[in-house]
């Protein structure tokens, strides 16, 4: 059962600002579809580990060395800033100084 | 200059047209830009039109008469999904959230693609960052079928494939992570092909499902289709999950076809269902073999998709903050403006996802279901594996009906996850699809056929697609 609570408790943590409304249909959407990938509780899992080979996907990695020189995107980038000044993209206060 | 058949063309003929001097490219891309002036508001397949079309067109001209360029490629018209980045365009993946956004980078895929010198006339329209299987929940509205204006031209690539499908551009750019390629490929009666995961480099595409997400071709023929493939995969650096294919072996002289009999249930309609028998007849009769097979865990497909779908967009879409792009509306706080940012720039379709990801992915409920679902996952590629033991393909319909109306399933977000049955598992696999055209029913309406083939064999599913395509 997907309460209110539990909606107010999602949107807070993907900080999203839901209208009433909005709270609403979630509920009720959210119910019916999680009842439904629920299914999945049931079905059954190999307990042994994959043999090594098995799976088709491997980690790639690249050598840590410098990847890409830095200040040639700057101009471009900050261009799409709601709020910019020089090099840095502004936002409100952080940290209060107690 | 005769007028150019725009509904008979193919890449093959506009390049020879071109080579010999029938049309320049500027003729083609005028060609295109009177269609669209005359369909476009109707269809709603465009979201922008590049004013600068025939001026890229003029200089791919010169370019051509230079003998600079020389590529199938040359000069043909390409529209572009509304998630992959064309250095200063706008880029906005259908949302509020990214309206005014502007590339700062080309995509790997459209790189290669200026190189070829293909002439991008638009970016089409989508359902918002991916999410959705009609293209209804864009933040520009709906696309529709090109073959019926009343019915949806499927998602989310819909514009891409509206656009393929009603002759405003000769092909097309989309990007599939459950289907989102194959299925406005199968309502508009395109070729739509999902490729390998790691086939196509996913640097300068706005991320859904990292782990999912593909992108391809729509094009009207399978040729054309290979050709934009093979231009447009490969490893570029900027993407560790791409990686070069290997060259594959030679073709077998005939198919074997094999068709999971029990996974076609009662959700397909019976026109489909004909089409589709139909369709494995007409492979019979060329010869090649039908091998009924057991993929036992496919059923579990949708969860396992959705679940994991959920989990990694909405870890994806946490970047949209209205801090370093898009949509910004101030709080009393730092902490309030993401709300409020993401409030009011995200629709409603993506924020749901979004709670949904954040469920699975909460502490109590990680296990049981996000591990739970990744393990499953496994089992799903094993079963891919198994059935390429013993076949070439497998066949399913691509989706379980024709085109639906607009507005049909807009109010059950469940019922509209259910029609993607048959491709969800295949991106979960990592496997290519292709949706190849087989017909049209008594509504005029295209019915698909999804073909799959094992990692990195693309060739597989075009030779069958071949067989099969009408």
């Known amino acids: 059962m997907i309460t209110e609570q539990d909606i107010d408790k999602l949107a807070n943590l993907a900080r999203i600002a839901l209208t009433p409304e909005e709270k609403q249909k979630f509920q009720k959407d959210l119910e019916s579809i999680l009842g439904y990938i629920s299914e999945l509780k049931d079905a059954p899992l190999s307990t042994e580990e994959p043999a090594a080979g098995d799976y088709y996907l491997t980690n790639v990695l690249r050598a840590d060395d410098q990847a890409f020189s830095a200040g040639e995107q700057t101009d471009k980038i900050l261009a799409e800033a709601p709020k910019a000044d020089k090099n840095f993209f502004v936002v409100k206060q952080i940290l209060n100084n107690e | ?470």
């Open chain 2, 1 to 470: 200059m005769k007028e150019i058949d725009l509904k008979n063309l193919t890449i093959a003929k506009a390049h020879e047209a071109i080579m010999r001097g029938d049309f320049s490219a500027r003729d083609l891309t005028q060609a295109y830009l009177d269609k669209i002036a005359i369909d476009n508001s109707k269809l709603n397949a465009y979201l922008e039109v590049f004013a600068d079309a025939l001026d890229q067109a003029d200089e791919v001209d010169r370019r051509i008469k230079s003998g600079e360029l020389t590529g199938p490629l040359a000069g043909i018209s390409i529209a572009i999904k509304d998630n992959i980045l064309i250095e200063g365009r706008i880029c906005s993946s259908a949302s509020k959230m990214l309206a005014d956004y502007h590339a700062t980078y080309d995509a790997s895929t459209i790189k290669k693609l200026k190189k070829e010198g293909v002439i991008f006339l638009g970016r089409t329209n989508m359902d918002e960052f991916a999410m959705g299987g009609s293209t209804e929940n864009s933040a520009y509205g709906p696309t529709c079928n090109p073959h019926d204006p009343t019915r949806v031209s499927g998602g989310s690539s819909g514009g891409s494939a509206a656009v393929v499908g009603g002759d405003l551009a000769l092909c097309a750019l989309g990007s599939d992570t459950g289907g989102s390629i194959r299925q406005p490929s199968s309502f508009c009666g395109a070729v739509g092909l999902k490729p390998t995961y790691g086939a196509v480099s996913r640097y300068g595409v706005m991320a859904m499902a990292s782990s999912l997400d593909q992108i391809g071709p729509i094009a009207k023929t399978i040729d054309d289709a290979e050709l934009l493939f093979k231009t447009i995969r490969g490893a570029d650096g900027y993407d560790s999950t791409c990686v070069d294919e290997p060259v594959p072996p030679a073709l077998p002289a005939k198919f074997k076809v094999g068709v999971p009999y029990g996974f076609l249930g009662e959700g397909v309609t019976a026109e489909v269902r004909q089409n589709f028998d139909q369709t494995i007849e007409l492979l019979k009769s060329k010869g090649h073999e039908i091998v009924s097979i057991e993929m036992p865990n496919l059923h579990y497909s949708l969860s396992c998709y959705y679940i994991l779908m959920f989990a990694e967009s909405s870890t994806n879409m946490s970047r949209f903050d209205g801090v370093r792009y898009g949509l910004h509306q101030d709080g009393k706080d730092m902490i309030e403006d993401y709300f409020l940012s993401r409030g009011a720039g995200l629709g409603k379709e993506v924020k749901r996802r979004i709670m949904l990801g954040t469920y699975v992915l909460s502490a109590g409920y990680y296990d049981a279901y996000y591990g739970k679902a990744n393990g499953l996952r496994r089992l799903i590629a094993t079963d891919y594996k198994k059935a390429f033991e013993q076949v070439d393909v497998v066949i399913t319909p691509t989706a379980p009906s024709v085109s639906f109306p607009i507005g049909k399933n807009t109010n059950d977000p469940l019922q509209m996850y259910l029609e993607d049955i048959f491709t969800v598992p295949v991106n979960l696999a990592g496997v290519p699809a292709i949706s190849v055209p087989t017909g049209k029913n008594d509504q005029g309406l295209p019915f698909g056929l999804q073909i799959t083939g094992p990692h990195w064999r693309e060739d597989l599913i075009f030779a069958v697609g071949r067989e099969v395509m009408h």
